[in-house]
């Protein structure tokens, strides 16, 4: 499950989105820590929305991993 939340400001009357911040809540083995570590440090570079918008918005991400 990912929680979004954006941060929009408004420049000459219009509303622009600034800012997008990601939060991951994931659920999987302690033995996967390692693997969602890595996969979240490399994703943006293979995510077409990330590659798409993020020169004109500022992009972040976290996740928080249950152990399951």
Same mark, same amino acid.
């Given at each position: 499950? =990912?929680? %979004?939340?954006?941060? $929009?400001?408004?420049?000459?009357? &219009?509303? &622009? $989105?600034?800012? $997008? @911040? %990601? @939060?991951?809540?994931?659920?999987? *083995? =302690? #033995? =996967?820590?390692? #693997?969602?570590?890595? &996969?979240?440090?490399?994703?943006?570079?293979?995510? *077409?929305?990330?590659?798409?918008?993020?020169? =004109? $918005?500022?992009? #972040? #991400?976290?996740?928080?991993?249950?152990?399951?």
């Amino acid at each position: 499950m =990912a929680h %979004v939340r954006g941060e $929009i400001e408004v420049v000459n009357r &219009v509303l &622009v $989105i600034r800012r $997008i @911040h %990601v @939060h991951y809540r994931l659920r999987a *083995p =302690a #033995t =996967a820590r390692e #693997t969602v570590e890595r &996969v979240h440090r490399i994703h943006a570079e293979h995510c *077409p929305v990330y590659q798409s918008i993020h020169k =004109a $918005i500022e992009i #972040t #991400t976290d996740y928080e991993l249950e152990v399951g």
